[in-house]
T-cell receptor
């Protein structure tokens, strides 16, 4: 079974600082990856996703992530964070299709809380 | 306005009681999911359903039960057998369960056992 690891539990930055949140996965086959974000008091929502093609993926609100297959990583980046980026961020990987009932399940990392000070 | 609704937002339960959390979607999605969110543990899958009248256990199904009698609805019952039920519960849905289909999430229900 695949797994996802986010090593940073809590990251604290000042506005305008650059951001990189780590995400490592363990799975040797074809990989699809997601980053979700949960702003305070709001629904969990999709930030960006990688399925194939260009390993540099751009998402909403200026976020991007780079899929590096050799490092089993899908780190989330933003050049200059804002106070409004304060949220919890989750990396997730879908379970590969193995027929029948396993199709469509998501495995989430532990989450990284980002606090941005104005 | 399409989306996923969960009710109630906050729920308090006495030990030994069963409680049912509601999840409704009007997105015409085929698949629905229940997750449990605990601090520092991310989201863990409880149950999921790809079609009406069919559902499968996720990673932490013990002490929970579900039903899928309608496409739009996927209620979760937290039974007295669940040893540590206090948590934040999230419902999600997507088009045909598949790796390319984004899951959309509801606002969640926070359950506290007194």
């Amino acid at each position: 079974a695949q797994s996802v690891s986010q090593h940073n539990h809590h990251v604290i930055l000042s506005e305008a600082a650059s951001l990189e949140l780590g995400c490592n996965y363990s799975y040797g086959g074809t990989v699809n990856l997601f980053w979700y974000v949960q702003y305070p008091g709001q629904h969990l929502q999709l930030l960006l996703k990688y399925f194939s093609g260009d390993p540099l993926v751009k998402g909403i609100k200026g976020f991007e992530a780079e899929f590096i297959k050799s490092k089993f990583s899908f780190n989330l980046r933003k050049p200059s964070v804002q106070w409004s980026d304060t949220a919890e961020y989750f990396c997730a990987i879908p379970e590969p299709y193995a027929g029948g009932t396993s199709y469509g399940k998501l495995t989430f990392g532990q989450g990284t809380i980002l606090t941005v000070h104005p | 306005d399409g989306g996923i609704t969960q009710s109630p937002k906050y729920l308090f339960r006495k030990e030994g009681q069963n409680v049912t959390l509601s999840c409704e979607q009007n997105l015409n999605h085929d698949a629905m999911y229940w997750y449990r969110q605990d601090p520092g543990q991310g989201l863990r899958l409880i149950y999921y359903s790809q079609i009406v009248n069919d559902f499968q256990k996720g990673d932490i199904a013990e002490g929970y039960s579900v039903s899928r009698e309608k496409k739009e609805s996927f209620p979760l019952t937290v039974t007295s057998a669940q040893k540590n039920p206090t948590a934040f519960y999230l419902c999600a849905s997507s088009f045909l369960a598949g790796v390319w289909n984004e899951q959309f999430f509801g606002p969640g229900t926070r359950l506290t056992v007194l």
